[in-house]
Structure formats: C-alpha cells, structure tokens
C-alpha cells in the first residue's frame, strides 16, 4: 500500500479532498486549524492500494503552531512517500511558497490547484506550470470531484525529477561555512532559516551553525523563493488586481461599532428559528411522530401485562426520557445547519478577527475562538481542537474554557424548562445564556493568565476567504454526521443512563418495588442528602438535584429524568413543561428566579464525562481536576448571585434592585480609579516602567 500525504495551507481544501477521494465525513471548516492531527484512510484506484494521510494546514516547512508541527513532522519523516500538494488557485503566490519548500526537501510532489471559485481575471496555464516546476501539475475541484481521476493516475506514477535554479545560489552561499559544506541543500536552506527545532532532533548544535550564517539569512531565502515564484507566475498566470478575499461587506462585517452588533443580531437570529418558530415547528411534528411509535406498543404491553413494573419500566426508563429528548433533534439539526453556513460563508474568520483583541487582553490567541464557537456544537470536539495553540498555557486555559460555551446537549433544557416559565420571551433568556458563558470563560481566563497559567504572546496569521454559498452535498454531509452522533448518544448512553435512574428512583434500598410497597427510594435518599447545598439557589427539591447528578453522563439526560420523575409519557414536551409549574409534580419550581438559577446552574456546572475525559487526555490529571473544581465552584456562585438578584426583582419590583445594583457598580469603580491612581504615582516615582517624559528621568 502506498502512502500519500497530503499537504497544503489551511484552508485550501484539503479536508474536502480528503472526504471525496475516501469517501469520508470528516469535519470541514472555512478556517484555519480544524485539522489539527493526521487523519488517515484508504481508497483504491486501478487495482492499486493508497492509504491517505490529511495533514494539518501549514504555510511552510518552518513551524510556527502545534498542528504545523504535526504535518511538518510527517513530512519530515515521510522520505519515499509521495505528496499531493493541494493549492489554492486564488492564492497561488502563497500556496506555491509551500510547495518550493517541499520540492527542496526532495518530496515526490504531484501539485493539485484548487479551483474552489474560479475568477474571471484569472487563468493559469497549468502546461507551463507543470514544465517550471518539474512535477505534474492538475487542475481540480475538490468539492465537485473534477480532476480526481487524473490525479489518482499522477499518483500511480514514477518519482518526477525537478531542479529548482535558485539552489544553485544557495549551495554557493553554503560555501563560506566549513559546518555547512557537507550539509544537502536542504539541511543548508534550514541553517539559513534558523530553524532550530530541526538541527535539535539531528542532534546538531544549532547555535554554532547559526554563527557563520548571516545576519538577514532569513528574508534571503524567503526573497530567493518569491522571486521565482513571481517569475512562475509572470509565465503562468494573468495579473489580478484585486486582493482574493477582500469585499464591500467587510466594511459593515468588521467596523468597530457595527461588528459586535451584528454578531449578536446573527446568533439572536439563527436563536429565534432553532428555538421558536421553525424549529418548535418541527419539534412538535417530530414529537407527535414517535408517539405514534411509541403509543401502541405501550397500549400492548399494558393490555398484556397490565399498568405494573413491566409498563413502568418501557413507558419510563426506555421510551419516555429518551423520547423527550429525541423530540429535540430537528432543533439540533436546525442549530448545526446555520452553523455549518456561518462557517462556509466566510464569516467565520471574520468573528475571529472581531474577537482577536478582547482574546489577547484575557491571554488567548484569535485561533482561541474557533475553539470556542465549535463549543457550541459539541465540547468534547472543541476540547480537542485546543491543541492548536503553540503556548502550553494557552492551550490549557482554552481547553478548559470550552465547557462554558453552551453546548448543543443543553438545548433540551432551555427549551422545556424556559418556555414553560418565559413563553416567547425565552429567546432573550437563551440568548443571555449563551453570552454569560462567554463573559464567565473570559473572566476565567483573564484570572488564570494572572496567576498560574500566563501566557506568551502567539503568532495569529490570519486570512480571509471570499464569501461564498455553501453547497447542498457539505450541508448534507454535517447534518448527517451530528444527527447520526446524537442518535448514537441518545441510544446508548442515555437509555444506559434512563434505566439505571429509573431502578434507582423505583425501588428502595431494601430493594422492593417503591409504587407498590411505598417507602423512600434510593435516588430519593441521595437526592435529600444533597437538597440543602442547592437551597440557596432557590431548587432545594430532591429530584431536581438528582437530575443534575444525571447530567454528568450527558446533559439531555437533565430533560430526561425530570420527565421520568413527572411521570410524563414519551415526547410529550408541552406536558413536560406544563408539569414544572404544579407544586404537586417531583420536580417543580416556585418563582423565575428559580428557574433562571437552575438555567445558569446547568449552563456553567461540569459537562458531560466525555468532555472530562478528553480534558484528561488534552491536558493532563492536574488541571482536569482544577478545571472541574473551578465549573463547579464559578457554577455555584454565579447561580446564586443570579438567584438573589432575580428574587429581589421579583420581590422589590424594578427600581430598589436596580438602583442598589448601580451604586455597588459605582463603589467598585471608585475603588478601582483610586487603586489605578496610586500604582501610577508608584511607577512614576521609581520610572522604572514609566512612559512620561519626566525631568528626573531626562538626567
């Protein structure tokens, strides 16, 4: 079997290569480090075995990031193998840096241009192309398949032979080093671009061979290659003046009064149609479709075996929980439809953009926040993408912010417990949701890089692709692999998790059937012990503190043990929410302010285990610990700051709250002014960190 690795900069699509030559769906995003390890599959052509290898995005063989360690690794390493070099057809100046640099570390390359939108100023004459650089050069479109065949069939040939003439300078240039003079050419551009990294793994001195390069080595080499790459493109390509990827819309996207504005009225937007009207649309239509299942083998086993243990098991632990929760799927569906948009169309890396300042100033990088907005998909998957970041403590301190992005698991419980309490208004409730767990995650890290996880400064190259309409064939493909992921989960783990509930909250600790010999039930006993610690946050109530336990295996399971404690029928959600507002249900709660407490407490309070356990594998045992102490902790608190404050509106009215809230805001700032106040007197009296120009300092 042949192995092919397949190398190109983020963001020209080399995922989408992937997917179509083995037929996968793996996950693809209009930005940079979605990839983040290798992943391989095999595919077949002609009889021939390859096995191909999706490497990582990078820009050249000179890493700057975890995941261009990774794929330059694999390069490195990958001596024999050949190499699909993806470029961008738009951007062909940059991709083809990448390329000279792997055709000068001698890699059996075969250059594929991908023509993802083609431009009406632009043609490449892929003939002369191919004769410049010495290796088969094909046209393609990843998305739509065109070229792949001729691109299976350049792979099934002989090594090409290339010769670059600009390596005739550099070995002359090697010359005046005696260190240097038995190096290959390769090794000698690498002294040249003082990459350490590469002389430590050869277990070279590189701080020797660095002393007889020179000074400006570096823009040497780069200017070398951008030299004949522009003399490549001046034989190959007509002139395009405009800059790929810029637009008028940028204008509004990314003003600094205006961007904020419009990524709030995006997220209300795409809210409103998940929660409300489309998706409660659907929601209701899928729910009366399992009834339909569920109801009559239901009517069956109670005409057999009557309304006893056998019922109660099936209409309880197996249909009932997981139905209700089933009955959320389009509004999870609906959700990763709008997001898998927002990332085709481009704006993603606009957001990034928006978000890199308020990032730096808490110690994240501007990659930092496609780490979390993939959190409000699903946090074990954005946990994963944390490792991204080049700095150890970035990338630790990203990792454990994702579980405050409100994954797609908590929609369930937004959904039935707000609406029954807020109606139409639960919109600006979801919507508040989601922005205080972006505020609590900068808050968390602005303290952490303050004390033990201080960051370095990172390197954030950042590009923008053109807007553009995502295709049916991508949309089909994500929707399909999150609904097939949440019907897994859904069951197993969660008709798992329903049946162990539903035994405990059945029968005793002396193990006898609670319906029909009375007494406490186990998870009863539990859930009392534990009552008091929640009191303070205004759901003191023994089954809703049970349903929380719950919720660390998964959070849909929280919907799904209240609605097996209310005894509500399968996917019967408008039940279900009628249900909390009676005093005489299991689980109930006595004001809003309650419900807000309990909506912030499951926002903030320790995801599920598989998003622990993958922390665990991330960042290790020490900061999973403190990292769950801290959710659990910030959980708390927050909720109950929430609680009292909602109670004292309920209870004042508007005015005295607010006002007492005001003045607070106001102390704080003082104290504040005057703390800022004296440190700058400190400062200006030593002038050691001091910018004025004082006359003290002058002598």
């Known amino acids: 079997m042949l192995e092919v690795l397949l190398v190109g900069n983020p963001n020209s699509g080399k995922t989408t290569l992937f997917n179509s030559l083995t037929r996968s769906h793996e996950h693809v995003g209009n930005w940079h480090g979605v990839t983040v390890e290798n992943k391989k599959k095999a595919f077949s052509f002609e009889g021939q075995e390859f096995l191909l290898v999706d490497t990582p995005g990078l820009y050249s063989l000179c890493p700057l990031s975890f995941e261009e360690q990774v794929a330059c690794e694999e390069i490195l390493r990958g001596q024999g193998k050949k190499v699909v070099n993806l470029c961008d057809g738009n ?29 009406k100023n632009s043609k490449i004459d ?38 670059l003439p600009y390596l005739k300078m550099i070995e002359k240039m090697a010359k005046n080093s005696k260190k240097m003079q038995n190096f290959d050419v390769f090794c000698q551009i690498k002294a040249f671009e003082r990459d350490e ?59 600094k009064w205006l961007a904020f504005p419009i990524f709030l009225a995006i997220l209300s937007g795409i809210f409103y ?102 959190g409000f998909g699903c946090s074990t998957s954005a946990i994963m993408t944390s490792r991204n970041m080049e700095d150890k403590n970035a990338k630790i301190k990203t990792a454990i912010l994702c579980p405050y992005m409100s994954c797609s698991a908590k929609i369930p419980i937004y959904t039935v417990i707000g609406g029954a309490f807020f109606g139409a208004k639960n919109i600006f409730y979801i919507l508040g949701l989601y922005v205080l767990g972006v505020v609590v995650a900068i808050c968390i890290s602005k303290v952490l890089d303050k004390t033990v996880l201080k960051s370095k400064k990172q390197s954030f190259i950042l590009e923008f692709p053109p807007y553009r309409m995502t295709s049916l064939k991508r949309i089909g ?19 798992s998790m329903n049946i162990i509930i539903w035994l405990l909250s059945s029968f005793s600790f002396s193990f006898k059937y609670v319906a029909q010999c009375g007494g406490e039930s186990m998870l ?52 279900l929410s009628a249900s909390l507002l009676l005093p005489t249900s299991l689980v109930y709660f006595s004001s809003h302010a309650s419900v807000v407490s309990f909506l912030v407490y499951c926002l903030l309070y320790t995801p599920c285990i598989a998003s622990v356990s993958t922390l665990l594998q991330e960042i290790g045992k020490k900061w999973t610990i403190l990292s769950v102490f801290v959710q659990l902790v910030v959980a708390y608190f927050v909720a109950l700051v929430t609680y009292n404050i909602f109670f004292a509106f309920e209870i004042f009215g508007f005015f005295v709250p607010f006002l007492t809230i005001f003045s607070i805001f106001l102390l704080f700032f003082a104290f504040f002014c005057i703390f800022s106040k004296i440190k700058k007197k400190k400062l200006c009296s030593s002038c050691d960190s001091c910018d004025k120009d004082c006359a003290h300092k002058k002598i």
């Open 91 to 119: 951007n062909l100046k940059r991709s083809l840096y990448l390329t000279l640099c792997l055709l000068e570390n001698g890699c059996d390359c075969v250059v594929a241009v991908n023509q993802i939108v083609k431009r």
């Open 126 to 163: 892929f003939k002369k192309l191919e004769k410049l650089l010495g290796v088969d050069v094909i046209e393609i479109d990843a998305e739509k398949g065109f070229g792949l065949e001729k691109l299976k069939k350049s792979l099934a040939l002989k090594k090409q032979q290339n010769n």
């Open 197 to 255: 990294k590469f002389f430590e793994k050869r277990g070279e001195d590189a701080k020797k061979i660095f002393e007889e390069v020179p000074k400006d080595s570096v823009q040497l080499i780069t200017k070398l290659r951008f030299e004949y790459i522009d003399q490549i493109l001046s034989q190959c390509q007509s002139k395009v003046a405009a800059v790929y990827g810029k637009s008028r819309l940028d204008k509004f996207i990314l003003n």
């Open 273 to 374: 149609l998940t929660f409300f009207s489309l998706g409660a649309f659907l929601s209701d239509l899928f729910s009366n479709f399992l009834s339909l299942l569920t109801n009559p083998i239901l009517g069956l086993i109670e005409k057999n075996l009557g309304n006893g243990l056998v019922y109660d098991f099936f209409a309880s632990a197996v249909f009932g929980g997981v139905a209700t929760v089933l009955s959320f799927l389009p509004q999870v569906v609906l959700l990763f439809f709008f997001l898998s948009i927002l990332e085709d169309s481009g704006y993603m890396a606009r957001v990034a953009f928006i978000f890199e300042d308020i990032l730096s100033k808490v110690g994240l990088s501007g990659k930092g926040i496609y780490t979390l907005l993939m």
């Open 477 to 495: 493909s994500v929707l399909w692999k999150n609904t097939k992921d949440f019907v897994i989960r859904v069951g197993s783990v969660m008709v």
């Open 524 to 575: 009863e006993g539990f859930g009392k012990i534990l009552a008091p610690i929640f009191r303070p946050l205004g759901f003191g109530n023994w089954a809703i503190v049970a349903s929380l336990l719950s919720g660390l295996v998964a959070k849909e399971v929280v919907v799904s043990s209240i609605a097996m404690f209310n005894g509500i029928d399968a996917s019967a959600t408008r039940l």
